[in-house]
């Protein structure tokens, strides 16, 4: 989770709030590479115009003899993912285009795969989470134009570019048409609908579409409407669901960050915010056919029912991992306070337990495994996993702790940390710069623009190491980004993630969603865009497993197998200075 932000009601990182929103930073593995063309009707599986020659190579269409023509990587690329998309792995597909398109960023069409798996990948999502399925049922059609309308009003006015309403029309059909192909939209809400009419309607509505203005926002709720009718009169759909996969659709392809937040996906982010949430109190990070459990929450349900970091998670409430996406298997841990979870769990042996989990509130630490990696030279470690409102709070804590045992040098590992407030990672830069820029944001609306700069008060001054990675993204690089740019500390590890934009959660008026939306892009003190840039180690050293963490055997790392950890440890234990108070 990356929240990168300003509470709504509270001025945290801006100088001025703003009633009904949070400024937050998101990271999201779906890279913008491309843009669909508006000009014409699309096609959902090739995402280009009907009456033009393909561009994606599949498969089936290249030709093998016993000296096979070499192809380019791209189209390798295309390949390998229409073939995830072919056996409906949509997060591995995204995964794969994502990575492929930082390797070819001006492929168009790798970026028209990636929109084709996201919006498979979302409606099914969607039609999982049961405050969405309560949407559908309970808001009327005009309910849901309205809450279209106010989505975009919010692009006209807060989105860091100008909105292309043809384009943000044709994603939002795009979507709609993807879901007309998805089980789970059409058993839910056309079980009894002949196939060959849903297949009819669905070609047919972009040429509904054809011809008609898409000059202004309003245009586009009138279109949503006049396509909603005819939905409703030609199969029966719900004028309430075609609404909302328009709105979900156009919002979820404008950038990778974007999103249309369902009512229990809005209170988990503000839960997040807080840095507590109902659950079972752990970290999971989804492989091919299973939930590794990173870490475990002290005190937690799941602690206390004995399950350990290492361990996998292989099915939940009798639905196993490698029969469905693994991401999907983790939605469905989430539940109201005091409901239980049945998960199956398998040792490091792979031996297997059912264990029934409660789930309740758990106050989630972002600063972990505080200890001396060098007691002889007193050289101190914390991670943060994340950047959340009590983050300035726990880091000064164990700073304080560090130094009362004669701390002389500070390693901070950011390591796959995704993010988090954005006052947060400046608080948390503040602390160990005296004066200087920490972070310059800057968006269309001239409200975005600000400069955040280091105040001498309560400044330690003590040698201090940064460990980032390709998965430190957003608030961490922020804070590793004016560490660098202000030659404070060294940089130790790989160069960051990339992500420099600054998203926006916006409460709707009209019904309870929220809108994630991109409103700004950062920059470092010296100006450099972070994003698609990432922060450059100064020490460059190959990634490693993570101390404390769990190897792809389930075996939590030790010190001196992290080989990132051990070179900064190296490089501060020379360093004799002792840690002056703030």
């Not at 309308?149 to 006015?157: D, K, R, V, W």
């Not at 009590?390 to 004669?406: N, V």
């Not at 560490?483 to 790989?494: N, T």
């Amino acid at each position: 989770m990356d929240l990168v932000a300003n509470l709504a009601g509270q001025s945290l990182a801006h100088p001025r709030s703003f009633v009904r929103r949070t400024v937050l930073l998101f990271c999201s593995s779906f890279l913008t590479a491309g843009i669909a063309s508006a000009q014409a009707p699309v096609d959902v599986d090739s995402w280009q115009p009907r009456n033009a020659a393909p561009t994606v190579v599949a498969k089936e269409a290249i030709a093998f003899d016993s000296a096979p023509a070499p192809i380019d990587g791209e189209t390798a690329a295309l390949v390998k993912g229409r073939e995830l998309e072919s056996n409906r792995m949509w997060g591995d597909a995204i995964r794969h285009y994502e990575k492929t398109s930082r390797q070819f960023p001006e492929s168009t069409s790798l970026y028209q795969r990636m929109v084709i798996s996201r919006l498979h990948h979302d409606v099914n999502r969607r039609f999982s989470d049961q405050s969405y399925l309560a949407s559908v049922r309970e808001l009327s059609t005009s309910q849901a134009l309205d809450v279209y309308s106010e989505i975009l009003a919010n692009l006209q006015t807060h989105y860091v570019e100008n909105v292309d309403w043809a384009r943000v029309q044709i994603h939002g059909t795009a979507a709609l048409e993807v879901a007309l192909v998805e089980d789970k939209f059409v058993d839910r809400l056309l079980p009894n609908a002949d196939p060959a009419k849903v297949e009819a309607f669905r070609q047919s509505i972009h040429h509904q579409l054809q011809g008609r203005s898409t000059a202004t926002r309003f245009d586009l709720r009138a279109s949503a409407a006049f396509v909603a009718a005819r939905a409703e009169d030609e199969l029966g759909l719900s004028g309430t669901a075609t609404v909302l996969e328009f709105l979900s659709g156009a919002v979820s392809t404008l950038d990778p960050y974007t999103r249309l937040l369902s009512p229990s996906q809005l209170d988990e982010m503000f839960s997040n915010i807080e840095g507590n949430f109902v659950g079972l109190g752990l970290e999971l990070k989804a492989k091919d056919d299973y939930l590794q459990i990173l870490s475990v929450i002290e005190k937690g349900p799941a602690e206390e029912m004995g399950i350990r970091g290492g361990e996998r998670i292989i099915a939940v409430d009798g639905v196993r991992t490698d029969v469905e996406e693994p991401v999907y298997v983790a939605d469905l841990l989430r539940g109201p306070e005091n409901s239980f979870a049945m998960i199956m769990v398998a040792n490091t042996d792979g031996v297997t337990r059912e264990v029934r989990v409660p789930r309740r509130r758990v106050e989630v630490p972002c600063v972990e495994n505080v200890h001396f990696v060098d007691p002889v030279n007193r050289v101190g470690y914390l991670r943060l996993t994340n950047f959340q409102k009590t983050t300035t709070r726990d880091i000064e804590r164990a700073l304080w702790d560090l130094h009362r045992q004669k701390m002389r040098s500070l390693i901070i590992d950011v390591r796959g940390n995704p993010g988090g407030l954005l006052s947060a990672a400046v608080e948390v830069a503040d602390r160990f710069l005296s004066d200087g820029r920490i972070l310059t944001t800057r968006g269309r609306n001239v409200r975005e623009n600000f400069d955040y700069a280091a105040h001498r008060p309560n400044t330690w001054n003590v040698p201090l190491a940064v460990l980032i990675d390709g998965g430190s993204a957003s608030a961490s690089e922020i804070f590793a980004g004016a560490i660098a740019d202000s030659g404070r500390g060294i940089i130790v590890g790989e160069t960051s993630y990339g992500k420099g934009s600054v998203q926006g959660i916006f409460r709707m008026q009209s019904a309870k969603f929220g809108l994630c939306l991109t409103t700004a892009k950062f920059y470092s003190p010296s100006g450099r865009a972070i994003s698609h840039n990432g922060v450059v180690p100064t020490v460059p050293v190959a990634s490693t497993h993570i101390a404390a963490r769990p190897d792809d055997e389930g075996r939590l790392v030790q010190d001196n197998e992290d080989a990132v950890l051990q070179k900064a440890a190296e490089q501060l234990s020379g360093r004799n200075m002792i840690s002056r108070l703030p």
